[in-house]
């Protein structure tokens, strides 16, 4: 029975979505576009300062409790496995400040960015919270996953490792 939990929960980690929902959406397989990043737990930067390296890219808002939920998954992924890639949040907060009181309970160790003008929302495909993304080194989009996961569990490093390559 185990073997067959683990089996699909790896396979819901690794699902997505089959056709773009919102506009300018990037589709599992497509490369995503260079975009302007408002910083929010540290300074602004590129999408693209990212490339060179497999991401993963968690899509949240302060008042959606799955995203708060998973996040100290998200972390202590990041805390253990930082060096093979990395981790940013995306807000998509209509206030900064809410976003940023809720990234100061959460304590996470990872970059967050804000976005204001639903540009990342609109290309990662964020029609609903939480989203993460697994991208590979160059900026492709392997995996859309939708809804709250325990980031850091056995099988979830397994299915990250798989999709990039990489032993964890």
Not at 18 to 25: F, L, M, V, Y
Not at 43 to 68: D, F, H, M, Q
């Amino acid at each position: 029975m185990k073997t067959l939990y683990s089996l699909l929960l790896c396979l819901s980690l690794l699902s997505t979505t089959a056709s773009a929902a919102t506009p300018g959406e990037v589709p599992v397989g497509g490369i995503l576009r260079e975009a302007p990043m408002q910083g929010l737990s540290g300074n602004s930067t590129l999408l693209s300062e990212y490339r060179g390296k497999p991401l993963i890219i968690n899509v949240w808002a302060s008042w959606c409790a799955p995203c708060r939920e998973e996040m100290g998954s998200l972390d202590r992924l990041a805390r253990r496995h930082g060096k093979h890639f990395n981790v940013i949040g995306i807000s998509t907060d209509d206030y900064s400040d809410r976003a940023k009181a809720f990234l100061q309970q959460a304590d996470t160790s990872f970059p967050h960015f804000i976005d204001s003008k639903l540009f990342l929302e609109n290309m990662l495909g964020a029609d609903r919270l939480p989203l993460t993304l697994l991208i590979d080194a160059q900026g492709r989009v392997l995996h859309k996953v939708y809804g709250a996961k325990e980031w850091d569990s056995p099988e979830a490093a397994e299915a990250i490792g798989k999709a990039f390559g990489i032993k964890l």
